[in-house]
T-cell receptor, first 113, second 114 residues
Framework: DQQVKQNSPSLSVQEGRISILNCDYT??????FLWYKKYPAEGPTFLIS?????DKNEDGRFTVFLNKSAKHLSLHIVPSQPGDSAVYFC????????????FGTGTRLTIIP | KAGVTQTPRYLIKTRGQQVTLSCSPI?????VSWYQQTPGQGLQFLFE???????NKGNFPGRFSGRQFSNSRSEMNVSTLELGDSALYLC?????????????FGPGTRLTVL
């Protein structure tokens, strides 16, 4: 039972344009959401997070949007850069500080120069 | 500050054998979590240790076990290996109540079961 889903296994975006990565979840008890980026041969790196009491969180070029009623979150990267090419995972936990993260299967983002 | 280190980086075993993986957390971090990454399944939570005690556990069979030492280093053991255990095993550390940040992952151990 996949509680966190990333339905797009891959995405290609032109450099300088906006990249939008999507994530859906089924467990309404999830309270805290995170995005990680992963390069080959490296562990995932934390990007940005959002608590369920917010609907938007911004950090530089990265913005995460949360729609609780739709159980949907998205990561926007503007403008997209070649170094953004990686696999992106969304993750959810039952509360902030709860180390048990439930991950999606990932979306491979390729930025085309 | 040194990051999370995992040893070995690569491992090849045969079915039925057992394996032990090691993880050294970031200095000062007391929580260590383990994840299994397989193609198509994403990262799946195995367990979390904090102050030598298992605090959280995922849905894996009892062949998967772990422990944490007083210096916060953690080991994960898989007994009676099966082909399906081939995966990238990642560990992550966090300061838990010491920081407001999240988990920091190591590079992983790639286990291949033949």
């Amino acid at each position: 039972d996949q509680q966190v889903k990333q339905n797009s296994p891959s995405l290609s975006v032109q450099e300088g344009r906006i990249s939008i990565l999507n994530c859906d979840y089924t467990n309404s008890m999830f309270d805290y959401f995170l995005w990680y980026k992963k390069y080959p041969a490296e562990g995932p790196t934390f990007l940005i997070s959002i608590s369920s009491i917010k609907d938007k969180n911004e950090d530089g070029r990265f913005t995460v949007f949360l729609n609780k009623s739709a159980k949907h979150l998205s990561l926007h990267i503007v403008p997209s850069q070649p170094g953004d090419s990686a696999v992106y995972f969304c993750a959810a936990s039952l509360s902030f500080g709860n180390e048990k993260l439930t991950f999606g299967t990932g979306t491979r983002l390729t930025i085309i120069p | 500050k040194a990051g999370v280190t995992q040893t070995p980086r690569y491992l090849i075993k045969t079915r039925g054998q057992q394996v032990t993986l090691s993880c050294s957390p970031i200095s000062g971090h007391r929580s260590v979590s383990w994840y299994q990454q397989t193609p198509g399944q994403g990262l799946q939570f195995l367990f979390e240790y904090f102050s030598e005690t298992q605090r959280n556990k995922g849905n894996f069979p009892g062949r998967f076990s772990g422990r944490q030492f007083s210096n916060s280093r953690s080991e994960m053991n898989v007994s009676t290996l099966e082909l399906g255990d081939s995966a990238l095993y990642l560990c992550a550390s966090s300061g838990r109540w010491q920081t407001t940040d999240t988990q920091y992952f190591g590079p992983g151990t790639r286990l291949t079961v033949l």
